[in-house]
């Protein structure tokens, strides 16, 4: 993929196709309205989708660290930001469990 492609194209709906030329695409959401009031299909970039989804599962991790480390000490004073950094290095509970070990808790 190139920077010049869209991570977001609309496909027209199928009620409002030309019956030469089908449906149209295009980078704008809603760009004609729909005389049946139907909107046009959004599509997203697979690439774009892959990136969303291992950002979901990092922050997914991140909060499962932080949930265990709320475990082992439920104090608001000991999440402090330094012991939250130690939630960020973690990207796994198993790498979880080995940064505890490393920090003494």
């Excluded at 019956?19 to 046009?40: A, N, S």
């Excluded at 990092?58 to 660290?65: D, H, S, Y």
């Excluded at 000490?73 to 290095?89: H, I, T």
Aim: aromatic share 10%; hydrophobic share 35%.
């Amino acid at each position: 993929m190139s920077d010049k492609d869209h991570e977001v194209i609309y496909l027209q709906p199928e009620c409002c196709a030309d019956p030469y030329e089908g449906r149209l695409w295009c980078e704008d959401p809603d760009p004609v309205d729909c005389e049946d009031g139907k909107t046009w299909t959004k599509y997203i970039r697979a690439d774009r989708i892959e990136q969303l989804e291992a950002e979901n599962v990092r922050l997914k991790g991140i909060e499962k660290a932080a949930r265990a480390i709320y475990v082992y000490d439920p104090d608001p004073e000991v999440l402090s930001a330094e012991r939250f950094g130690v939630v960020v290095k973690a990207l796994d509970w198993i790498e979880l469990e080995l940064v505890l070990q490393q920090e003494g808790w």
